[in-house]
């Protein structure tokens, strides 16, 4: 049958009528036969559809991507500060993205970036929530258990903990300054309620004061690392330690003995991130190829996990739950 043309079907039984469609009848039923399915390109997928997915901060675009290493590469989310709801005043604050962490049960991202930006971002939408400047150099962002936000920054050498107010402009924000050598990352214990902080080659140990308007960090202990510059401080997924990373190797940091052991990895020099996942998911590095960036994330052995030509990659992490940092399930807050 031809498309908008009136079919008289060859029996007595009746008719159907076609327009604008492809129709089939059967004898005496008048039933229409289901279009062919098409299967769904990559460019459909979304995170929804995550077999081995990362998250991905291009400082070439620059964005931050979801990329599914269980599907070839192929992109499932991608959100770019100049295509936001961030004023246009502000959105060169998120030049040089540098770390993204998935929160709130894989509902958000947690961004920082090189040009003083943190933002809170809902991946349904990609609207962003919350951002404010956090300073020269922000390295890393983490989510305290009430919705606050806390920054660290590295040339400017100090934590930044913001009172998180979606009510109020980036100017108004309350924010405290706590300061730190050579600020490089935060991490949120959720069984010891403390954060942790390293800098230089110290690890610091803080506790949060939880004054929802007011948030501060008090200092509680300090323990030495190896080596010069800690970069990278992440949790090892399922165990009660942490990744360091520093310029000559990569560590685990034991929490219940404080024991620092070096990691047998055949690339240890110059991680810049490092991110595990369970059973069956690789341990991925970025290390850099030019300057501090590259195009490729591999694993610890040097076997290729994602790679795309012209990125500039500079932290990937598994989209996986933080259950070190954050309760199961957990939900959106901002105390007031």
């Not at 919350?130 to 390295?139: E, I, L, M, R």
């Not at 003995?257 to 055949?266: D, E, P, Q």
Request: aromatic share 10%.
């Amino acid at each position: 049958m031809i498309k908008g043309q009136v079919t008289r079907a060859l029996s007595t039984i009746g008719s159907c009528v076609a327009l604008l469609a492809l129709v089939q009848c059967t004898k005496g039923t008048g039933h229409q036969s289901s279009p062919p399915v098409t299967p769904p390109h990559r460019d459909t997928l979304t995170v929804a559809d995550c077999k081995q997915c990362i998250v991905i901060t291009d400082q070439a675009a620059p964005a931050i991507d979801i990329v599914d290493a269980g599907r070839g590469g192929a992109t499932v989310w991608s959100w770019s500060p100049y295509q936001s709801n961030i004023n246009v005043n502000d959105q060169h604050w998120f030049s040089n993205p540098d770390d993204a962490k998935p929160v709130y049960n894989l509902k958000y991202l947690l961004i920082n970036a090189s040009g003083g930006g943190v933002a809170l971002v809902r991946i349904a939408d990609q609207k962003v929530i919350f951002y404010a400047d956090a300073g020269k150099n922000p390295h890393s962002s983490e989510l305290l258990p009430d919705g606050n936000i806390v920054t660290a920054s590295s040339t400017d050498n100090r934590l930044v903990i913001f009172h998180v107010d979606t009510s109020e402009s980036p100017n108004n924000i309350y924010k405290k300054v706590i300061p730190l050598p050579f600020a490089h990352n935060v991490v949120w214990d959720k069984k010891r309620n403390v954060l942790w902080a390293a800098g230089e080659n110290n690890l610091y140990e803080f506790q949060y004061n939880f004054n929802c308007k007011q948030p501060d960090l008090i200092p509680k202990d300090t323990f030495q690392l190896p080596g010069d510059e800690a970069h990278d401080l992440f949790p090892v997924y399922g165990q009660d330690s942490l990744f360091l990373t520093n310029p000559e190797a990569a560590y685990y940091i034991d929490l219940k003995t404080m024991n620092v052991s070096l990691a047998r990895f055949k690339y240890l020099k110059n991680i810049k991130s490092v991110s595990a996942g369970p059973t069956g998911w690789p341990i991925i590095i970025m290390i850099p190829k030019v300057s501090w960036w590259s195009d490729e994330v591999m694993g610890t052995q040097g076997n290729n996990i994602f790679e795309q030509s012209g990125m500039k990659i500079y932290k990937a992490r598994w989209f996986l739950p933080n259950l070190f940092s954050y309760p199961e399930n957990d939900q959106l807050k901002e105390c007031k």
